[in-house]
């Protein structure tokens, strides 16, 4: 029958891999077939029904039509994409032009947090080549100096008034700037200073920040381990599928809408992805996902970099609500021809 690679398109239409799909239970305790593949072992019997094929070569050039054509489909839970797609999206993010084409670089500066607060850190160090602490994070008076112009009272009133900035690890936003920055080669330690790596200066010379956001977004993306910055598990498969994320903003992001809507897109689209959370006694497995998927993909990705704003619209003392709206850089930095 259909022979079918690890690494190839799952035959159940999930858009993953095989080894991460289906593959992965192959050899697991026999349990009920899930929704997915129930649905095309239902499609393939009543594809193929009752006809007498001559021989196996032409028994399996049908059920490699049937595939094919499956997986060429769009599907409604994928929002028009085909498995097809959605398996270029998960796995070659970054090498799909014809569904996903990133800028090589922005004809302006963009309104990031994340780009705004790389920007003053690559000014200091290029005007003054500082040393790092013995921890080799940011010396306090440039975390504070940047603090000081980064929290003005009309954006940032309570951090500013109500938090004090003793050492990096108190503004873990600039952190996490310097450690994306680090991995990038935009910040690096030479004969015990800070400095600016050569690509980053080329960049910056040539472009300005616009010109540098688009490896920033690749690092961020694909390098920087995004359950760092929070308490949850480990679940690299939400970013893994970041540029789905990216999809379903630049298709509903027109108008605000809850962070809910999101969560339950991506639910909807990739249930499985609760099998990877913990039960525990204060949380369901579905709670856990809303809770991340909303702090970090909605929140420490597409708002920290600039594709989404991101309110806060419960009441206080209240358990915190979202709303959600793309922005224009969106829109700047990647086209999707879907």
Known sequence: MQTIGRNDPCLCGSGRKFKHCCGRIANATPAEPSEQEADWKTDLRSEIGDTDYESMEELQAAVSQFFGRRNRDARNDFHGLSPDQMHRILHFPFDSP?????????????????????????ELVDRENFKPTARGNLPRRVCRDIAEEYWNEETFPYERLFWKVNKEMDFFDLHVVRVVAGMAGFLRKYKGRFILG?????????????????????????KYNWAYRDGFDE????????????????????????????????????????????????????????????????????????????????????????????????????????
Not at 200 to 222: D, E, N, S
């Open 98 to 122: 014809r569904i996903a084409e990133f800028s090589d670089a922005l004809d302006s500066p963009p309104d990031a947090p994340f780009m705004h607060l790389f920007g003053m850190l690559a």
């Open 198 to 222: 050569r690509e980053c200066r080329a960049l910056l010379k040539a472009g300005g920040l616009g010109a540098a956001y688009p490896k920033i977004l690749r690092v961020y993306a694909q």
């Open 235 to 338: 679940l690299p498969f939400l970013q893994h599928s970041f540029l789905f994320t990216l999809f379903l903003l630049s298709r509903y992001g027109h108008e605000w809408r809850p962070s809910r809507f999101y969560e339950d897109q991506f639910l909807h689209a990739f249930p499985m992805v609760l099998d990877q959370i913990e039960e525990r006694f204060y949380s369901t497995q579905e709670k856990t996902f809303r809770w991340c998927y909303t702090a970090r993909v909605l929140q420490s990705f597409a708002g920290f970099l600039g594709f989404a704003e991101v309110e806060n619209v419960a009441p206080r003392r209240s358990p915190s609500e979202y709303r959600i709206r793309s922005t224009r850089l969106l829109a700047e930095t990647l086209t999707f021809h879907v």
